[in-house]
């Protein structure tokens, strides 16, 4: 794995397009539920750079998980899986249900295979 790691939780989209260092869509801009602009995100740094976030959000009995990027440069280096795993452990023990929506050219194959391989259960 790579070196210098480290996750950052933090609330609300202008806190992390500062840590980004850029403007971002919204959730529900992504197509996701509006809900969903709420949620709390876990941010993956290497050193001083945020290359990937996630995110989740608490509806009492369940808990929605996901609207998560990696930046491109960063792909295939198993950064998705790791940031997942490391959310899904610190989240409390209620069923998690996420939406996949691919976007800026991943395929829903990919990531149907990472959900998958963390112990989903596919629901159509």
């Given amino acids: 794995m790579i070196n210098d790691m480290r996750i950052e ?3 609300g989209l202008s806190t992390l397009e500062e840590l980004w260092g850029s403007t971002l869509l919204t959730a ?3 197509g996701y539920p509006i809900l969903f ?3 709390w ?5 290497v050193g ?3 290359v990937a976030y996630t995110g989740s959000l608490s509806l009492g009995h369940c808990i929605f998980v996901g609207n998560t990027y990696v930046r491109k440069s960063w792909r295939s280096k198993g950064l998705h ?3 997942l795993r490391e959310r899904n452990s610190t989240l409390e023990d209620k069923p998690k249900i996420t939406i996949l929506n691919p ?3 991943v395929e829903m194959n ?3 295979s990472v959900v998958s391989s963390l112990g989903y259960t596919k629901i159509n």
């Fill in 110 to 112: 990919q990531l149907e």
């Fill in 41 to 45: 995100h876990w941010v993956l740094f």
């Fill in 28 to 30: 529900s801009e992504k």
């Fill in 81 to 83: 899986k790791h940031l």
């Fill in 9 to 11: 939780i933090i609330q």
């Fill in 103 to 105: 976007i800026q050219g």
């Fill in 37 to 39: 602009d709420d949620m």
């Fill in 48 to 50: 001083d750079e945020a």
